[in-house]
């Protein structure tokens, strides 16, 4: 079974020092809850998060729903031949059980988001779906154990999809950035032990989440 780690994901509740910006409020009030029950998001608290540490890599959860969908809808994560997880820019991890189902709504999916950091545990019959912890990437790889940590950005030595799945052995972890611009943290990086890059240009996340994984599905399936 490999691992695969959306890294650094846009995705975290509004932080506290943001709670009480005007644009975070007036979110709020609409959906009847409290700052810190909702899911930072840059179409709403633009404002809000101007200037803040690492802006262009939060408020951005609608990235990090598409590539999670990209990944639990495809043959290798519903044979249980993958762990996903989301690590993300605030330093918490959640883990999937088997054969998750994610809304393909977003507006759903927020809603489960914040229902998980609110609860910690999200069960069906008695089954654990999703669970999240306070979990550094570095705490997740000892965790993980993985024989190789490959990971994709601009930076890596240029290869293709195919050539890269071909190297992707069944205990080895895949890491690809949750997140819409920018490069992965020192802290991310000098844990990857083999960094590859796709093209010159940028992908967006999910593009490369859907690509690598189908042309490992070819090593294994076909």
């Not at 540490?53 to 249980?80: M, Q």
Request: include cysteine; hydrophobic fraction near 40%; charge should be neutral.
């Amino acid at each position: 079974m490999i691992s695969v780690i959306l890294s650094e994901s846009a995705l975290e509740i509004i932080p506290y020092d943001l709670e009480n910006h005007p644009s975070v409020i007036s979110h709020a009030r609409k959906l009847g809850k409290h700052p810190s029950e909702i899911l930072l998001d840059n179409s709403w608290h633009f404002a809000a998060m101007k200037g803040i540490e690492n802006e262009l890599k939060r408020g951005r959860p609608d990235l990090v729903h598409f590539s999670i969908l990209e990944a639990t809808t495809i043959p290798l994560y519903l044979k249980n031949k993958m762990k996903l997880y989301v690590h993300t820019i605030d330093d918490k991890v959640i883990s999937f059980g088997k054969n998750v189902h994610i809304p393909k709504s977003y507006h759903r999916f927020e809603g489960v988001i914040e229902k998980l950091y609110k609860e910690k545990k999200i069960k069906a019959d008695n089954e654990l779906l999703l669970e999240i912890h306070h979990k550094t990437f570095s705490e997740l790889l000892d965790e993980i154990k993985p024989s190789k940590v490959i990971g994709f950005s601009t930076k890596g030595v240029s290869n293709s999809y195919e050539k890269i799945a071909a190297k992707i052995s069944d205990n080895a972890c895949i890491v690809l950035g949750g997140f819409q611009k920018g490069h992965f943290s020192d802290s991310i990086q000098n844990k990857i032990t083999d960094l590859y890059s796709v093209g010159d240009e940028s992908f967006e996340g999910h593009v490369v989440v859907a690509r690598i994984l189908y042309e490992y599905e070819k090593t294994i399936f076909m």
